[in-house]
């Protein structure tokens, strides 16, 4: 058992460690800063977990990750620091996507982004997903390299999408955790996940990414940010014996600022993978899909976002601009964005449009 005085004397040690190495990983998730005034409150197991955790800066390695079938981002200066874009279209241009993003006032990028496009079973699937990870990038990078592919191989993905989604969400984070038990690194990574299956689109969303579809003009949140000081998570963290306190803000154990997400072994079973799913058919009124880690949300309010994205022609266009508009805003996190716009005046082809996969990522 560790004394008041001690855990006092650690904590004060730790920060003068932190200031002199100028450790990076201590992000948006994790605690901005050692105060030895908070020490005493932090329960035993989480106290020590993160003593572990701070010997890690948690930066991304600046080699751009495999991608599938696609060019992948040029690994020079220019890319890591600047603003990346790009996007993709289907054949007849019904569906056309764009993404954004942007390292801003960061020192590292921990940012992922996804989009794959398929043709399974004779069922046209586009795949778009956010991720946006913490305390370092791997458990982001995971989630690029893995979710997807994990979700598609799923027996029951055409069947019964929500339950394919939400066990393979659990799934890969469970392998992902397998795949770093030997080291001393806690990494975790929100998702925000956009699955549509011919007209049918499911939404799934684990941590405080975001993704808003805008209907009639009409911006709808289809996720919402999981956080501890939310009533419903607050309750299923205490039950499963966790605490919720305010440091800053309110965070999970006085650690952790969102109440789900991939990763983060030491503090499961309180921050869990289980993802909250919406489903919505795609018809005449669905104009454009906007998902972003929270570098964007924390600047941009949804309509904003929305407006924005509906007043740009090409969804890659707007995609820039919406990371443009969160670093002009004041964001000072990474920025990252994937655009999706509907064309619904655009005809069939006569055979469905089987489109390359597209992987990409941001480093």
């Known amino acids: 058992m560790v004394c008041g005085r001690c855990v006092s004397s650690i904590f004060v040690r730790a920060g003068i460690l932190n200031r002199r190495l100028r450790l990076s990983f201590v992000g948006k998730g994790l605690l901005p800063r050692v105060d030895p005034q ?24 600046t080699r751009a990750g495999p991608s599938m079938d696609t060019a992948s981002q040029k690994d020079d200066d220019s890319a890591r ?7 993709w279209k289907s054949e007849d241009e019904r569906l056309v996507c764009g993404y954004s993003s942007f390292r801003g006032k960061r020192v590292t990028m921990e940012d992922f ?3 794959k ?20 990038s791997r458990a982001a990078e995971y989630l690029k390299d893995h979710l997807f592919e994990n ?5 029951k993905f055409l069947t019964d999408t929500k339950l394919a989604i939400s066990e393979t969400y659990q799934q890969t984070d469970a392998e992902f955790l397998d795949s770093v038990k030997d080291n001393f690194r806690d990494d975790g990574s929100t998702a925000s996940t956009a699955v549509l299956v011919d007209n049918h689109l499911y939404v799934a969303n ?41 440091a800053g803000t309110w965070r999970v154990g006085g650690v952790l600022a969102m ?8 503090l499961k079973p309180f921050v869990v993978a289980e993802p909250e799913i919406q489903e919505q058919k795609i018809d005449e009124e669905t104009e454009v899909l906007v998902l972003a880690s929270d570098g964007l ?21 707007a995609a820039r601009k919406l990371t443009e508009a969160a670093f002009n805003r004041g964001s000072a996190d990474n920025i990252t964005c994937i655009v999706v716009r509907f064309n619904h005046e655009k005809r069939h082809p006569a055979n469905p449009d089987k489109a390359d996969p597209a992987s990409s990522q941001h480093a």
Not at 81 to 87: A, H, I, K, Q, R
Not at 117 to 136: A, E, N, Y
């Open 206 to 246: 684990v941590g405080d990414s975001r993704t808003v579809v805008s209907k009639a003009g009409k911006a709808i949140a289809l996720s919402e940010d999981h956080k501890p000081n939310r009533s419903d998570e607050r309750k299923r963290i205490e039950n499963a014996g966790g605490v919720v306190m305010w």
């Open 38 to 61: 908070l020490a005493v409150y932090f329960p035993n197991r989480v106290f020590k977990r993160y003593l572990g955790m701070m010997v890690d800066t948690g930066s991304m390695s």
């Open 151 to 155: 979700l598609t191989k799923h027996p």
């Open 113 to 115: 982004y996804d989009v």
């Open 81 to 87: 620091s600047g603003f990346v874009t790009g996007g």
């Open 259 to 266: 109440s789900r997400a991939f990763g983060n072994r030491m």
């Open 297 to 317: 949300w924390d600047v941009v309010q949804n309509d904003d976002a929305v407006s924005i994205a509906r007043a740009e022609e090409a969804a890659e266009a």
């Open 117 to 136: 496009t398929s043709i399974i079973d004779g069922r046209s699937v586009s795949l778009f997903g956010i991720f946006d990870g913490h305390g370092g």
